[in-house]
């Protein structure tokens, strides 16, 4: 199941996502004309495929925004799913979860329990783990990045983004080039390749590394993670980087 959104405009523009789950992968060129998203699964029938169909798509012009508004829904209940992850197997019919051979990758956020990234308690729906949702986004060069998810990772590559913002409880959050760097993630990790401007990174047990800051303000918080942050002479600035219980590098 595929679908595709092309924004109605040429150049750099927001592209706003909602994507529950799955992996986002964003790649931004300097040939690239226009933007679009490609939402896809390897299931035909089911609740990721029914996510993929109702997937909606629109370009928003307003003054001083340009974006590419997609919106992937949430997965439908009901039936019996079983998913595999590593030493971990979880099956769920209705509201009800069983787990067995539990050996590890397992937290509690907010009252629901997290297994390998993946909500699997408070009626959620569990996917297996060879099937996701996938969204493909290209971009033209400069254009900006919004990613509001549950637990998918995101993943950017190509040439420099203007920003990437992203709000995740367990998603992964890793950024080739940017300008600006904005996330809250309650356990996804977080690392950048260089960032040329600000980053403000709030997290409470993910590790966050930034390999390359040049930037003009940074402020990284983390309650239990690691921090590692590598500012080179042309930052300038206040850098703050502060965790509760994990290390902290500069």
């Not at 609740?47 to 340009?66: C, K, S």
């Not at 993630?185 to 403000?200: E, F, I």
Request: hydrophobic share 40%; net charge negative; charged share 20%.
């Amino acid at each position: 199941m595929i679908r595709k959104f092309v924004a109605e405009t040429a150049g750099p523009l927001w592209v706003d996502l909602h994507c529950p789950i799955g992996t986002v992968l964003v790649a931004a060129g300097a040939d690239l004309e226009y933007a679009e998203v490609t939402v896809s699964t390897t299931d035909e029938t089911g609740p990721l495929a029914e996510a993929v169909r109702n997937t909606t798509g629109i370009t928003r012009q307003e003054p001083g925004v340009r974006a590419l508004q997609v919106r992937v829904p949430e997965t439908s209940g009901g039936g019996v799913t079983a998913m595999n992850m590593g030493d971990v197997t979880i099956s769920a019919s209705g509201g009800g979860v069983a787990a067995m051979n539990i050996s590890g990758g397992v937290s509690i956020v907010n009252g629901r329990v997290h297994v390998g990234g993946h909500v699997v308690s408070g009626n959620q729906v569990l996917v297996d783990s060879r099937a996701t949702v996938s969204v493909l986004v290209l971009v033209p060069a400069r254009s900006a990045i919004r990613l509001t998810t549950r637990s998918a990772d995101l993943d950017t590559s190509g040439a420099p983004l203007r920003a990437v913002e992203a709000t995740s409880v367990s998603g992964d959050v890793r950024v080739g080039s940017v300008q600006a760097l904005t996330v809250h993630t309650t356990s996804g990790h977080v690392s950048a390749d260089h960032v040329t401007d600000l980053v403000q990174v709030v997290s409470v047990a993910g590790d966050v590394d930034i390999d390359r800051y040049e930037g003009t303000r940074c402020t990284v918080s983390s309650t239990s993670g690691d921090v590692r942050m590598r500012a080179y002479p042309t930052a300038t600035g206040t850098i703050t980087a502060r965790s509760v219980s994990g290390d902290v590098r500069r």
